[in-house]
Every structure is written in C-alpha cells, then in structure tokens.
C-alpha cells in the first residue's frame, strides 16, 4: 500500500537533544546550602568559654554543697547530668538539653522517694500530685525534644515557676521528712526557672536567624 510505504521508507527520525540554556539564564542558587545551615546549627551546638566557665562554676559549687547536704545533694545532681547527657546524645540544642535535663533529673529523684516510700509501706500523701506532675513533665519533654521552640521554654518556665511557689509555700510540710531535701528542691526549681529564661532568649535568636536566612531555591 503507498500509505504505508512512505510512513515506513526511509531512516527513523533523530532524537532530539534537550535545550540547555545559555548559563547566564540559569536559576541563582543562593550560596546558603542545607550543608551550609547545617554547619551553623553545629556550632551552636559546641560549648564555648561561657560553657567552661559554668561548668568550673558547678563543680565549685557541687564541692560546698556536697560537704553540707551529702546525698541529698549527689543523687540529684548525677540524675540531672545523667539527663542533659541522654539528651545531648539525642542532637538537642545544649540549652535545651540544660533546661529538659535539670526538670528530669529532679523528677526522677522525687520518683525515687515515692517509689521507696511505696516499697517500705509508708504513707505517701503526695503521690497523686506528684503522678499530675509527671504527666506535665513528660508532655514537657517529649515536646521540647520534637520542637526545641520557644513556646516549650515558655511553658517549661510557667511549670518551674508554679512548682517553685508551690515548694516555698509548702516548705514546713515538706521539711518534716527531710528540711534539706526540701530546700534542695527551691534550688533546682530556681536554677531551672534560670536556665528556662537562658533557653528563652537563645531559642528566640535562632529562630529569628532561621527567619532572616535566605531560602534555598
């Protein structure tokens, strides 16, 4: 048949090569890379002269209250640091792992009293608040881990804050099992309301460094 004669004669057609545009007519990448963003969210992360200096400052302190409190003093103070080192192996910013640390390590040490008070079968009056606390310390935590923003500092302040005016106001009752115990615990929320406030202003100037950096196109 003609028709199909002159559809098949003859060699295949050329396949056609893509157009490059000319490189002057190329999109402009911004020179702010992912890795570049990656590199300054690294050096956030690393401790500087400040971090030296607060932690010669700890451990001056650990010493004077060591020789005054003894285990009072000891046994919250490694749960603490047990905290902000798991935290910290888990790529959170260190004044976020600070903030979460000190609020878990204190938890965990009053849940060692409720738990030793459970096993000797000694009354424990305050175990429906402290399981109330625990709640909000876990929701606190698992948040501050999945956002590190500003919002979870604030919230984390408000807590420490109420659980400062609740351990001050309830002082002589705590004081009758254990008066250092008791003014151990206004140190810790204090130091926590502390870094809280450090964690604030830190994360509001990351975040208006991630606002004020170009987008990568």
């Known amino acids: 048949m003609p028709e199909l004669a002159a559809a098949v004669s003859g060699p295949p057609p050329l396949p056609q090569r893509p157009v490059v545009p000319p490189a002057t007519a190329r999109r402009h990448v911004p020179p702010l890379s992912p890795e570049y963003?990656?590199?300054v969210q690294t050096e956030d992360k690393q401790r500087g002269w400040t971090g030296t200096i607060g932690v010669v400052g700890i451990a001056v302190f650990s010493v004077v209250m060591a020789k005054s409190l003894g285990g009072v003093?000891?046994?919250p103070v490694l749960l603490m640091a047990l905290s902000v080192w798991a935290l910290t192996k888990a790529?959170?910013?260190d004044y976020?792992?600070?903030m979460l640390g000190v609020l878990v390590g204190q938890t965990l040490w009053m849940a060692i009293g409720?738990?030793?008070l459970f096993?000797?079968?000694k009354p424990d009056p305050e175990l429906f608040t402290f399981l109330f606390d625990l709640c909000i310390v876990i929701g606190l935590t698992v948040w501050?881990?999945?956002a590190q923003s500003v919002a979870v500092c604030v919230c984390v302040l408000l807590y420490q804050t109420i659980a400062l005016?609740?351990?001050v106001v309830l002082f002589d009752e705590f004081a009758k099992a254990s008066a250092a115990a008791a003014g151990m615990h206004i140190v810790l929320r204090a130091l926590g309301i502390g870094l809280a406030i450090y964690a604030i202003v830190k994360a509001s100037r990351h975040k208006r460094k991630e606002e004020a950096a170009p987008l990568v196109v």
Request: charged share 20%.
């Open 144 to 146: 501050g881990m999945r």
């Open 114 to 116: 409720h738990v030793t």
């Open 96 to 98: 976020i792992a600070w």
């Open 165 to 167: 005016g609740a351990n």
């Open 91 to 93: 790529k959170m910013r």
């Open 73 to 75: 003093y000891w046994m």
């Open 37 to 39: 963003r990656q590199g």
């Open 119 to 121: 096993t000797t079968d």
